[in-house]
């Protein structure tokens, strides 16, 4: 009988938790609607909000408090279409404060692209506070331009810049950035870049960390299709990593390859990875 009471009582607890009302989606949506009263004050009259294709999922606005006084700051982005089609569009974000007076905009970024790549907050500086990263499209070909901004005198003020094709946020004791740049189809050239203390500097230890997804991402490539421009960056990656053995092993396939296709010019490009290789050895 006992038995039977609880599981009544179980099912009644159930049945009534699964029937509350919503209140933290309520609560959700009455925030967001108050965001947008507030946002609408300050975006220019002729654009609209655009979410950032990475971080994926990311919102048009985002809060964040980037002097750590307690208090949110709203990081807007936002896209104004060019007037005359296909050109470019302009790319922008603002950050605004709440103050005595209520809500302002402290500072403003815009440039020119065909799209938002990324818009999001990282500690590239390893400082403990958050560095604000804004990245657009430049072209296809092109790639994209990230970015980097650094809270100062109540503002933001940039500390870097890169280009990429791909790019991966890589957390160690600061935060690392792998950055790929295209070569040929769908090759890339990678370095993984870390803040020294005044600028982005190449970092050998971890890009070493990253080399096994370099390496996995072409030999998926080379199992679909074995060709010359997939064995030349991956040997490039090799002799950043240190790995000289395999770098020779893929030289040689490249250079064979190479040589099938009649490409000469391809052939002394490999040569002189050779040989930087073997200036790589000597300094070693």
Known sequence: MKKIMLFTLLVLVIFVILNLPPVFTHAEEKRNEDLMKIIKEFVPSNSFLISPKEPVSTK??????LNEDGQEEIIITFEIKAKAQPSPSQFGAIVLKKGDEGWKKIWETKAQGV??????????????????LFGVTIGASAGNKLEIFRWSNNSLKEIADVLYHRIELLNDKNVGIAVWQRYVADTYFVDVLKWNGQKLVFDEELYSKYYPVIEKFYYDKISER????????????????????????SIQKGIALAKQLSMPDVVQDFNQLSYKLEEMKKSS
């Open 60 to 65: 048009p606005f985002q809060l964040y408090d």
């Open 115 to 132: 799209g938002l790549h990324y818009s999001g907050v990282a500690d590239i500086t390893g400082d403990g506070r958050k560095e604000y």
């Open 226 to 249: 074995d060709t010359w421009f997939y064995w030349y960056t991956l040997a490039d990656a090799q002799i950043k990593a240190n790995l000289y053995e395999k770098a020779t092993k």
